[in-house]
Every structure is written in C-alpha cells, then in structure tokens.
C-alpha cells in the first residue's frame, strides 16, 4: 500500500512530532535533574561543560578524551577535576 502526502502535510507533521520529542525530553531533564540546564565532565581529564540536558537527551551527550561525558560531578565518582 502506498500512500502519498504532501511535503507541507508531511512538514506539519514533523514539526509535530519534534516537538513532542522535545516537550518529552524537557520533561524528562526536569524530572531527573530538576532542571533543564546542568554540567557534564569528563571522567579522564576532569573538563566541565554546561549543557542543556534535553538536547543531550536528544541529541546525544558530549565527548571529551574519547569518551561520553558524564553527569557525575567528579568528587561524586572520585574524578581529580
């Protein structure tokens, strides 16, 4: 079965669906974090960079030395910073 729909109907619909995907990550961040904005760090090397924790969830977390970078503040996982 094909079903054909057209580019401004298929826009509108995924625009939609972004932004359900983003509300939902919003809520997650709030929910988990109590906030949306937050810090992530490396585990190696100790860097700290301020994130939007729903774009992360949305978008994947930052790297740093090859590795993902974590929302563990160092003195929590024992992290030299």
Do not use: F
Request: aromatic share 6%; hydrophobic share 35%; net charge positive.
């Amino acid at each position: 079965m094909i079903i054909t729909i057209s580019t401004e109907a298929l826009r509108a619909t995924l625009d939609y669906l972004g932004g359900i995907q983003s509300t939902v990550a919003t809520n997650i961040a709030t929910e988990v974090w109590g906030k949306e904005m937050g810090e992530v760090y490396c585990r190696k090397c100790g860097r700290v960079e301020r994130v939007n924790y729903a774009r992360c969830l949305t978008h994947g977390w930052p790297k740093c030395c090859g590795e993902t970078m974590t929302v563990d503040a160092p003195k929590e996982k024992g992290i030299a910073a």
